[in-house]
């Protein structure tokens, strides 16, 4: 009952590396030597969680900001130059972190490094903070027509319950348009600390070359403080109801109190999510999806800085709703009642490791967990050592998550046309 | 200008294996020793174009009959199997094909072989039948809250023009309804013929051992014709509306002729879609994602069994409709009047080239560009030799397929709350 990731050509562990540059900003790296390609991705400590109410969504804006331009590139240079590199690039902002990214052949690394850190260092032009801010209105608009993305917006600011887990990324049309530059400007300068940064870099490397490009890079990058508040979660439970009268179907977003990232349960955690609600075969998946009762029915476990939670999702016609959310309920409460069974837990275990290697076998798939890893530890961990932990996490351990009664504290959030039952 | 996939580890080129079963199976291979991981599924020529009307959306119910059970297993055993066998597996139906996929680590591949090829032998029994049409039903309705994937059903059908590549894959509400197990039997042994079908296998194998278990796990399968007819595609033109006042956005779905799997000229098609319409850059992007008028505008080529399509998709505010379509209109028909830049076809290259390699470098990610490529194409084609095909393809290649004037024969098609112009 073992999964082992080393690949059976590749032999050895990879090798982890890891350098403090002077101002502040920690540069880490898994080196593959049989990889085709690299990547490399600035992560930063900062999100929606870290926002106002003032500035809600500033943190993804100021993504978008990122792209366009540097004292040195506008945002045509910067579109063009990851163009010619030949990179997959992309970048995303969460509640908790703001991530940007690349792979190349392993001879483009150094232009890579080059273009990804001086991003980080952006003009934040006040034409193009004009020009963008209809961009991300344009974003926000586009999510109207999304009942699934909707119902996660409500439901996590009701079930956080005033803790900065539940602010939105997207922000509102009304925080968007009031935002200004300047702002931004406090903002960008309050967060993006060298500290508060780290650069990760997976696949085929030169450490040395990396450690002394990136330091040159950065050299006059100024070092100061940006810490993060860790508020006590009081979560919310019960239920609540959005009636839109447009949609077709019947929408629920499920909460119930989970597991902080460096909090050890989180793995069982994970697991008794999958056993519960993965969405290729679980309790709720043989309940509901496999019954034609619901389109969708699914749970998981998200572990974020210093709280976490059970998050679930179910879909079904509005004449069934309420038959369906019964279902739901049932089937996690029961849990708590019942034994979990030791052949489930396994399957589920086995299904995580798996996804987990397979996930982390190129560079780009390596590089968010490998860059998270560290933020949320401090420290490096291997797939190897992820895997080993879920696979040690005991059926006990499940057993012990569900004897706290998580799921006799759910929130559930509807979103559907009227008279839903909830 | 040249891409190299053969990383720079892993030196020589990959090994293919091909054999042909005595009952007509195909089963193809690409050896990565390096791999840590192998691929394996079966490509069925078969999919929604091979429907009748009477029969709209058997081959996607099919699809989830095979993971319904065979003589040897239940529907739960299926699953059960996946799940112990640590595999990520997936299935999935088009216009064109059905595919069932799983990857596992080498050692499993025989199990895995097993219970794939058994799945090909589906019992079809009639109160699973019964049970997973609702399942249908539930997915169909899911599909309504979904505008983007509405107005493409729509815009698809019309643009194709009786044409079979405008079938439904889901079918509709009525004609699952109708559905007979008797009809699905009949469709299922006049399309799953071995020849037909294609078993893949990209990673860590022994091609021998492979063709031996294969060969005896598939040698009762009766061998029979199951040709497709390849009718010549006379597409619409114009402009069409479907309106729905529930909706917030205006979403519009692009056609416009383009080139068939087999035909040469698909690779300057791809690159030119690149050029017009990539999604982090190009002439669409920059008109109307950048400047904030649209919150999506994007256009690629389809190669298709003896047809193809240019295909697109942009999304507005319904007070900016007519003028974003106007924009994007013009992007494409000035493309024929101006002239294409080296600069912009060489980045496009570029860009495409690297998405092939970065997504080839998993054995999972290659499997399905190798089983639909050999579909296709009736023979193996290497990473690199795709690749070397789109760097090849020449400025002067696209300025020809410009001359054609394929979007002065444009489709557009909006689905939006009331009073939308097209």
Redesign the interface.
């Known amino acids: 009952m073992s ?8 032999g050895a562990a990879l090798r982890s590396d890891r350098t403090v540059l002077g101002n502040g900003l920690t540069v880490v790296g898994e080196h593959n ?5 690299v990547a490399a991705g600035y992560f930063v400590r900062t999100g929606a969680r870290d926002e106002t109410a003032e500035i809600a969504g500033v943190s993804h804006f100021l993504e978008h900001m990122m792209f366009k331009g540097t004292d040195r590139r506008t ?1 045509a240079d910067i ?2 130059s ?3 590199l ?5 970048a995303f902002t969460s509640e908790e972190r703001t991530v940007y990214y690349g ?4 001879e483009r690394l150094s232009e890579l490094l080059d273009l990804l850190s001086d991003m980080m260092r952006p003009a934040l032009r006040q034409e193009d903070f004009d ?5 991300i ?3 926000i ?2 999510y ?2 999304r ?2 993305f909707r119902v996660f917006e409500v439901a996590g600011r009701r079930f956080w319950n005033g803790h900065p887990l539940g602010h939105s990324v997207l922000g509102g049309q009304d925080s968007i348009r009031a935002l200004t530059r300047e702002q931004m400007l406090t903002y960008f300068g309050r967060r993006y600390a060298p500290s508060n940064l780290i650069l990760a870099v997976a696949g ?1 490397y030169d450490w040395e070359a990396v450690t002394e490009e990136v330091a040159s890079l950065t050299g006059a990058w100024e070092p100061f403080d940006a810490g993060r508040a860790l508020a006590r979660p009081d979560p919310a439970q019960g239920t609540g109801e959005t009636e839109d009268s ?4 019947v ?1 629920t977003a499920v909460f119930a109190p989970g597991y902080a990232a460096d909090d050890e349960r989180r793995y069982a955690a994970a697991i008794l999510g999958s056993v519960l609600g993965d969405d ?2 679980s309790r709720l998946f043989w309940s509901l ?8 029915a699914s749970l998981g476990h998200e572990a974020s800085d210093g709280a976490g939670a059970f998050v679930g999702y179910v ?3 509005p004449e069934r709703a309420t038959e369906v959310l019964d279902i739901y309920r049932r089937v996690l409460v029961q849990a708590q009642d019942d034994t979990l069974d030791a052949e489930e837990w396994r ?2 275990q ?2 995580l ?3 987990l ?2 996930r982390a ?2 560079p ?2 390596r590089l968010v967990s490998l860059g998270v890893g560290y933020q949320s530890l401090g420290r490096y961990q291997s797939v190897q050592d992820v895997v080993d932990a879920v696979m040690r996490s005991s059926l006990e351990g499940g057993r012990a998550l569900l004897a706290d009664r998580p799921f006799d504290r759910l929130y559930l959030h509807t979103l559907g046309p009227a008279n839903v039952p909830s």
């Open positions: 999964v082992d990731t080393s690949g059976a050509a590749q030597p049989f990889a085709a390609t945002a579109n063009r990851f163009d010619e030949g990179a997959q690039y992309n792979a190349v052949l392993p020009v963008e801010k209809n961009v209105l344009e974003e608009a586009m109207e027509d009942p699934h085929a447009k949609l077709e179907r929408h290729s075969g999806v496999d019954k034609g009762l619901a389109d969708s879909s079904s016609a399957r589920a086995r299904k490791a798996t996804g290697t397979l076998e190129t780009l798939g």
